[in-house]
């Protein structure tokens, strides 16, 4: 926590078993807030004449989760507690990653007929800063601030793959989307990743996936160039992104090499992943029927009377996407991270495997998407299985291009990319928003 004169600010860069005198409380994830949560209440309450005419921010902006306690929101806490202290609630404000909060909260207040003073919400895109040079500010072991390299061309060469698609992180909807492709036949011609070790004894692949095809899974894990005596965690915080993983120190030189270089070179577009998307996400708030939405507030009961299940007739075998564990506290996520900004600061395309309206939403922070070049309305569709159909019908489409097709395609998007390149170059501040577009919700 740190205070200035209008502001005292409970921020999540240190742990909260970090701290001695409770003075920065750090929510990790929704799990952690039914711990950090007393220690926000008894600092307001010891302090109360330090802080009663000052605003109270919750800051979680490298996350997109919800923070919910025993079935019970930060809406609530944060209401509960104003009721009972007397204090005004648009003193509070929470400050979070997910783009969705907004839609939340107002699914939140109607589930409660509540019609009062609201608490303030912002959704902070702090992830691009990752990727914003002018935002660069962690010295090296040398004392110096090492320079982000970047693609400042477009490479017009012919490529060897249509699209390149990296997923580290063994989520499900990673797991059900890169099946997908290899049952469509993408993963050749392609360059495509999944490292996730099925026979890892640390590791339970039917813990999240259900039952997946055996010739798929003897696949796995699908790895590019990563040191056979390295996991992908510390190949990515050594190699691919040492700015994020707090890593610059151990750099001896000026510069941060663009290990992703070569996939844009060697690709036309970037199929993005991103870390929480309407594939797992948005199948969580629907009914079996698969059409009818769940109250969020009363998930957890439906979720365990109901598992939203589905027999896939075409591969007589469960689909993946229907066997996820059904937790309330990851409804109506919104997440844009790294992943995105670091193709838009090295003028490469993107299709997204994303929450519903996340190429609207990056349009209302400046950005440029695609619509123009290629079909973009799987953006819209909001049933995960639907959805992720839309998104391989489309790659389907676009892997059939020639090389010509798509050095002409490429050129006519020139002005597109180089827009969002410009953006991440002059950003000296990460993207935020307070309201959210209505088309959105």
């Known amino acids: 926590m740190y205070e200035t004169h209008t502001e005292i600010v409970f921020d999540d860069f240190v742990n909260l078993e970090q701290t001695s005198n409770l003075n920065r409380i750090y929510p990790s994830s929704t799990y952690d807030f039914g711990d950090f949560w007393p220690h926000i209440e008894?600092?307001?309450?010891?302090?109360?004449?330090?802080?009663?005419?000052?605003?109270?921010?919750?800051?979680?902006?490298?996350?997109?989760?919800?923070p919910i306690h025993k079935h019970k929101y930060i809406f609530d806490y944060i209401h509960e507690y104003c009721d009972n202290s007397g204090w005004?609630?648009?003193?509070?404000?929470?400050?979070?990653?997910?783009?969705?909060?907004?839609?939340?909260?107002?699914?939140?207040?109607?589930?409660?007929?509540?019609?009062?003073?609201?608490?303030?919400?912002?959704?902070?895109?702090?992830?691009?800063?990752?990727?914003?040079?002018?935002?660069?500010?962690?010295?090296?072991?040398?004392?110096?601030?090492?320079?982000l390299d970047y693609c400042d061309r477009l490479f017009t060469e012919d490529k060897p793959w249509t699209f390149n698609c990296l997923n580290r992180g063994p989520q499900v909807h990673r797991v059900n989307f890169v099946q997908e492709l290899w049952r469509q036949g993408l993963l050749q011609d392609n360059c495509v990743t999944f490292n996730y070790d099925p026979n890892s004894q640390s590791q339970q692949i039917e813990s999240f996936t259900g039952h997946l095809?055996?010739?798929?899974?003897?696949?796995?894990?699908?790895?590019?160039?990563?040191?056979?005596?390295?996991?992908?965690?510390?190949?990515?915080?050594?190699?691919?992104?040492?700015?994020?993983?707090?890593?610059?120190?151990?750099?001896?030189?000026?510069?941060?090499?663009n290990w992703f270089e070569k996939f844009y070179k060697n690709s036309w577009l970037t199929v993005t992943t991103e870390s929480y998307t309407s594939l797992h996400v948005v199948a969580q708030?629907?009914?079996?029927?698969?059409?009818?939405?769940?109250?969020?507030v009363n998930m957890m009961c439906l979720a365990n009377n109901?598992?939203?299940?589905?027999?896939d007739h075409h591969n007589k075998t469960q689909?993946?996407?229907?066997?996820?564990?059904?937790?309330?506290?990851?409804?109506?996520?919104?997440?844009?991270?790294?992943?995105?900004?670091?193709?838009?600061l090295n003028l490469h395309p993107t299709i997204w495997v994303a929450s519903p309206g996340t190429t609207l939403i990056l349009k209302q922070l400046g950005f440029e998407t695609f619509?123009?070049?290629?079909?973009?309305?799987?953006?819209?569709?909001?049933?995960?299985?639907?959805?992720?159909?839309?998104?391989?019908?489309?790659?389907?489409?676009?892997?059939s291009y020639s090389q010509t097709e798509w050095r002409k395609l490429q050129k006519s998007m020139t002005g597109t990319l180089m827009h969002n390149q410009n953006i991440m170059l002059t950003m000296t501040d990460t993207p935020k928003i307070s309201n959210i577009d209505h088309q959105l919700t």
């Not at 123009?372 to 489309?394: A, G, H, K, M």
């Open 42 to 66: 008894n600092y307001l309450e010891i302090n109360k004449q330090l802080t009663n005419n000052k605003q109270i921010i919750i800051k979680h902006p490298l996350e997109c989760h919800i």
């Open 88 to 147: 005004n609630k648009n003193k509070f404000k929470f400050i979070t990653g997910n783009w969705r909060i907004f839609e939340s909260y107002s699914v939140w207040k109607t589930n409660n007929n509540y019609l009062g003073e609201e608490i303030q919400l912002e959704c902070d895109f702090e992830l691009a800063k990752w990727y914003a040079p002018l935002m660069m500010d962690t010295p090296n072991k040398y004392g110096i601030v090492p320079e």
């Open 213 to 257: 095809h055996p010739e798929f899974l003897e696949l796995l894990p699908i790895e590019y160039d990563k040191p056979q005596d390295q996991s992908a965690l510390q190949f990515a915080s050594a190699t691919v992104m040492p700015q994020a993983y707090h890593q610059i120190d151990d750099f001896e030189h000026s510069r941060i090499p």
């Open 285 to 296: 708030c629907f009914a079996p029927d698969c059409k009818s939405l769940i109250d969020p």
């Open 306 to 311: 109901h598992p939203w299940e589905q027999y």
């Open 319 to 344: 689909n993946p996407l229907h066997t996820i564990q059904k937790n309330f506290n990851q409804h109506r996520l919104g997440f844009v991270t790294e992943k995105t900004f670091r193709n838009f």
């Open 371 to 399: 619509s123009d070049y290629w079909d973009e309305s799987y953006d819209l569709v909001t049933n995960p299985i639907d959805r992720q159909q839309s998104i391989t019908e489309l790659l389907k489409q676009l892997s």
